[in-house]
């Protein structure tokens, strides 16, 4: 199966060289080959499932607990101004 | 050529709940910035998102009253985009099974009701805050700030059927949305600001044709008022576009408030590809018909049946509903008076006139105010007793709205209790007659009218603390003499 490599890593803002497409393009289509094998079964009776885990409404209680070293999550900002994630220009 | 107006919104609610989706956050707004987040809501790596139960149960209340089915199964899944306000890269959301679906609403548009189809109930996460810097908007700014306090605050999606045939229909629908939305306590839901959100997809078609025209979707609406004026100019730009030949882009486009047109904006390189998938570390929400029941319990009387209650049972008049329907807040307020006082249409006229007027002039809300139902249905017995005067008690309810102070204090203080004591009206009567001889002779030579000259008068010298009819009656015994 073929992928979009350019397409693919532009969604996932990756650059690549010509040789990493080439490369990372034959490995995703054997990826996709491999999960194209699962098409074959039948499943008409197999109800769609969206977890392998037989769980359901795991819930917490509506209560605030606040977070004991909050300021440490800005320390990850590359910048930081008035306590807030500086980042560069948006739209062009 | 005739068009057609065909307007479906996508509506976006912050739920009231104390912390946010799927972490232990605070939601509370104007905190300092980046002070109510979390490794989890900042998308640290290792981390487990649990559900808020507060949040779906707000949600599934919502689609209840919305008239919706509540599905067996929904499934939460990751919706991917890169954007600075979405810390993780994706956004929590619900896409192929959401909470609930095909509801509706019913709307008043000029006396006429009109059913409006809701496509779907779903839940997600909020994302952050951006500050623009260099400029007054994302567009031409140099740079931004980002602000994740808002980050996997609880929001509600619901969506509409394309079944809105005007700006008006759709201006009247987001009012419904939102007095039912704070009515059963869901969300503040106050467009300006952000707790209620809406977005508007729009196409016009020639009028009896059956196919949909292309569609552009509207952004940036922030009140009921550009809600209206956005859906008008895009109408018009469309139906302009559409008699020159010409043909409509499926675009986004922002409403600009101070031109008040859309603007395009540019169209992004990927038409949406969001590459949706379940959401591993969140398992399914599967309401049990215990757990649905215990939630319709807590949504008590849906405006509307309270409106057909105070129609049907107060027998009060349509425009009084309208007025007591207004805010919840006000509506509870009648409730709870009417608990301790049977008389809906006296209290009705209380609230509607003088409460109302003083909470206008002062900019006021009912929730501000000191005066307790108790209090106003204390006042209204005592003039119903005689104790004080209808026309005095207005000035009480004044005093008592301004000073705080209980009414029975204000009445005793001031001395304003009515005088029934009838030895204290007839000096004043006296005192009247004896300064008045002019109209005193009129009376006595035949013109009636005159009398109401006089009562004045003693109301006047009473300081309104004498009863009218108590004071003609003695007047005319006293004259008739």
Not at chain 1, 16 to 40: N, V, W
Not at chain 2, 286 to 308: C, F, H, M, V, Y
Not at chain 2, 395 to 419: R, Y
Request: net charge neutral.
């Amino acid at each position: 199966m073929k992928i979009d490599v350019e397409a693919v890593a532009k969604l996932a803002r990756l650059g690549l060289s010509p040789e990493e497409k080439k490369l990372f393009g034959e490995q995703l289509s054997r990826i996709l080959d491999h999960a194209d094998t699962l098409k074959k079964l039948n499943t008409d009776k197999v109800e769609p499932t969206s977890h392998a885990i037989p769980m359901k409404n795991v819930l917490r209680e509506d209560k605030v607990i606040p977070c004991a070293n909050v300021d440490d999550i800005l320390l990850n900002a590359p910048q930081a101004e008035e306590h807030m994630f500086k980042v560069p220009r948006i739209v062009e | 050529m005739k068009y057609e107006t065909i307007i479906g919104l996508e509506i976006h609610a912050q739920l009231l709940t104390e912390s946010k989706m799927f972490c232990a956050c605070s939601t509370k707004f104007g905190a300092k910035p980046n002070t109510n987040i979390c490794p989890v809501c900042t998308g640290q790596p290792g981390v487990l998102p649990v559900m808020n139960q507060k949040a779906i149960e707000l949600a599934i209340k919502t689609a209840l009253a919305l008239n919706c089915k509540i599905e067996k199964s929904s499934v939460f899944a990751r919706k991917n985009y890169f954007y600075p306000d979405l810390p993780k890269d994706f956004q929590i959301s619900q896409y192929e099974l959401p909470l609930a679906t095909l509801g509706h609403l019913d709307i008043v548009v000029e006396g006429k009701k009109k059913r409006i189809g809701i496509t779907r109930v779903h839940l997600e996460e909020d994302a952050g805050k951006l500050v623009h810097k260099g400029a007054a908007r994302i567009m031409g700014a140099t740079e931004s700030l980002v602000d994740y306090n808002r980050t996997g605050v609880p929001l509600m999606e619901i969506v509409s059927e394309p079944d809105l045939r005007s700006p008006a229909e759709a201006k009247a629908f987001m009012e419904t949305l939102q007095h039912l939305l704070q009515f059963i306590g869901v969300c503040d839901a106050k467009m300006e600001e952000g707790s209620l959100r809406c977005d508007a997809n729009i196409s016009l078609r020639p009028a009896g044709e059956q196919k949909f025209g292309t569609k552009t979707e509207v952004k940036n609406m922030n009140s009921f008022k550009a809600v209206f004026k956005a859906l008008k100019a895009e109408e018009k730009r469309h139906e302009e576009v559409l008699s020159e030949g010409g043909k409509i882009n499926q675009e986004t486009r922002f409403f600009d408030d101070i031109t008040e047109q859309t603007i395009g904006m540019r169209s992004k390189e990927y038409a949406h590809d969001y590459r949706y998938f379940p959401e591993p570390d969140l398992v399914p929400i599967e309401p049990s018909a215990d757990w649905l029941a215990k939630i319709k319990n807590t949504s008590g009387e849906l405006p509307e049946a309270k409106r057909d209650r105070f129609l049907n049972e107060y027998k009060l008049p349509e425009a009084d509903a309208e007025v007591l329907l207004a805010t919840p807040a006000l509506t509870a307020y009648f409730e709870e008076c009417l608990k301790l006082y049977d008389h809906p249409k006296t209290i009705a006229n209380w609230l509607m006139g003088d409460l109302t007027a003083y909470l206008k002039t002062n900019n006021l809300a009912i929730e501000q105010i000191n005066l307790t139902p108790a209090q106003l249905v204390e006042m209204l017995q005592m003039i119903d007793k005689g104790t004080i005067s209808g026309k005095l008690a207005k000035t009480i309810l004044v005093e008592a709205l301004k000073s705080g102070k209980t009414i029975k204090d204000i009445v005793a203080e001031q001395g304003l209790t009515q005088i029934s004591d009838e030895g204290e009206i007839k000096n004043i009567i006296d005192e009247v007659i004896e300064k008045n001889p002019k109209q005193v002779g009129e009376f006595r030579s035949g013109k009636d009218a005159v009398v109401m000259f006089l009562v004045g008068q003693v109301m006047k010298l009473s300081k309104g603390r004498a009863k009218p009819d108590a004071v003609q009656k003695l007047l005319r015994q006293k004259l008739g003499q």
